[in-house]
């Protein structure tokens, strides 16, 4: 059949038409069959929806990226033809009922998902199949290898090239902007690439973006950290092993995060970046990831072992997740409480001490004894600080920004207690919630303080915390959320008495 192009303005997946459903019956075409679409030479194989309104008969939608890849302009000649589903919707299938998939099933798979051949139902399968049934260590070498291959990888010339990463699930996570500048210091390089947020109040990426450029091409991020030694960046700028990226939208609305699916999302990523040598921090704790040890455990033991399989030399801590890091929650905030800390000012204990740990086990790795007194000493002298302001400076920064001029939500308000006792528990999912409900990530400025963690003691009307917005709706938003959650727990000393003491 040929139809007429008709661009469409849909934030829908890139390989996506429109076809009026008069148009789809005659050709025997249902929503969520394939076609292939064609333009003089240039083809592509798409999904198709169908409509009774959004398009009239005789014409095709055609989403922005559609068009381009077909070089057409609006009513152009589009030839469209039935096609069968790819070959991997069969392994997706197999994995579904439970079997061990083939290293060509794994690949076929992730070359459908990069080339976006599988229908967000498809992909949704693949997520629920080794969500349920799970995959063995020789299916998540096979995963990770593909990833690999389908994705673009950066060369270094100057080695070994060492890296850090974070499972993640705990907010005011801003250790990689202590780690980094600690690392590179001490003569070590460590070109970071990491993440925006998915589900939390900021990405590693979200965070550095306030005080310098994170969209670094593969050329720049080589050229500075050969140069000066690490390098903090989004490795969504970068085609690194993109079928991660398109695999987390599928398991987003469904709230799940498959355990193979964790090991060989970092593994990828970290090999496609170059990295040698790898220390992995695995937060434990409620409301986290990982909330058991040995669940904790059993990922230390695949990081290694799977990272053995491609050649990165990777080492594990299990780390306290049971309460943000610091007291900062949210980007500007968290930056503003990172750069105190290279500063020398006052801060958390918990941040210097997961920092400089990690720190030291890098160190390490790279033969330097005594890793965590090591990154303490650089930490203290300030030639971490020295090493953040050249990173900022080559990424496009102002190399003399400061804690004090980092600018935090106009809008604010303090939270009281309303009773005395000890602080017994801090809900993490809680008060992510209430961050990106004052705006973040996408809004930078949005966070919170926290004036109180567990085993606190609180005052009856002493301030616990303090959220911060760019927007008065947005703030508002937040505290009632924050009032009825209620994320810090506060418990008297006194749990119960027995027997009951009665009134006279």
Not at 105 to 114: K, S, T
Not at 308 to 317: K, L, N, P
Not at 334 to 362: C, W
Request: charged share 30%.
């Amino acid at each position: 059949m040929k139809l007429k192009a008709k661009k469409i303005d849909l934030e829908s997946r890139d390989q996506m038409v429109i076809l009026n459903s008069s148009d789809a019956e005659n050709i025997g075409l249902r929503s969520q069959d394939r076609v292939s679409v064609n333009h003089t030479d240039n083809t592509c194989i798409v999904v198709v929806e169908t409509s009774k309104s959004l398009v009239e008969e005789g014409h095709i939608g055609l989403v922005e990226k559609v068009m381009k890849r077909l070089d057409v302009d609006e009513e152009s000649p589009i030839v469209v033809k039935p096609t069968g589903k790819p070959e991997s919707v069969e392994h997706i299938k197999e994995k579904l009922e439970g079997k061990e998939l083939s290293e060509h099933g794994i690949r076929e798979i992730i070359q459908d998902i990069v080339n976006q051949r599988l229908s967000d139902i498809e992909l949704s399968a693949y997520v629920s199949g080794i969500y349920s049934q799970g995959m063995n260590n020789r299916e998540i070498k096979y995963l990770i290898n593909s990833m690999i291959e389908t994705g673009e990888t950066i060369e270094y010339d100057r080695h070994p090239v060492f890296d850090h990463h974070s499972i993640g699930g705990v907010p005011g996570n801003k250790i990689t902007l202590l780690i980094v500048p600690i690392v590179a210091s001490a003569g070590l390089m460590i070109p970071k690439t990491s993440s925006r947020a998915i589900s939390s109040a900021g990405g590693t990426a979200d965070i550095f973006e306030t005080l310098a450029d994170v969209d670094l091409s593969i050329g720049e991020i080589k050229e500075i950290a050969e140069d000066i030694g690490g390098t903090i960046t989004w490795g969504g700028a970068v085609n690194l092993a993109p079928s991660d990226d398109m695999i987390i939208r599928a398991e987003y609305p469904l709230r799940i995060d498959p355990y193979p699916q964790v090991l060989a999302s970092v593994l990828s990523k970290k090999k496609s970046a170059g990295a040698e040598y790898l220390v992995m921090d695995i937060p434990v704790g409620p409301n986290t990831k990982v909330e058991e040890m040995e669940l904790g455990r059993k990922y230390a033991r695949d990081f290694v072992s799977l990272g053995e399989e491609i050649g990165i030399e990777t080492s594990c801590a299990l780390s306290y997740g049971g309460q943000p890091i610091g007291k900062a929650v949210g980007p500007s905030i968290e930056a503003k409480e990172a750069l105190m800390a290279l500063e020398g000012k006052e801060v958390p204990s918990s941040l210097i001490e997961k920092s400089t740990t990690l720190a030291g086990m890098v160190l390490e790795q790279g033969g330097i004894r005594d890793g965590k007194e090591e990154a303490k000493k650089l930490l203290e002298s300030g030639k971490a600080l020295d090493k953040m302001k050249q990173i900022i400076d080559r990424q496009h920064g102002d190399p003399e920004v400061s804690s004090e001029d980092i600018e935090i939500g106009e809008y604010s308000k303090k939270i009281y207690s309303d009773e005395e006792g000890y602080v017994d528990s801090v809900n993490n999912e809680e008060i992510i919630k209430i961050v990106r409900a004052a705006g973040g990530p996408n809004s930078k400025k949005a966070g919170m303080l926290l004036n109180k963690k567990k085993g606190d003691k609180v005052e009856k009307d002493e301030k616990k915390y303090t959220i911060y917005s760019e927007y008065e709706s947005k703030l508002k938003e937040a505290v009632d959320l924050a009032n009825h959650l209620k994320p810090l727990k506060i418990e008297g000393m006194i749990l119960e008495t027995h027997p009951n003491i009665k009134k006279i």
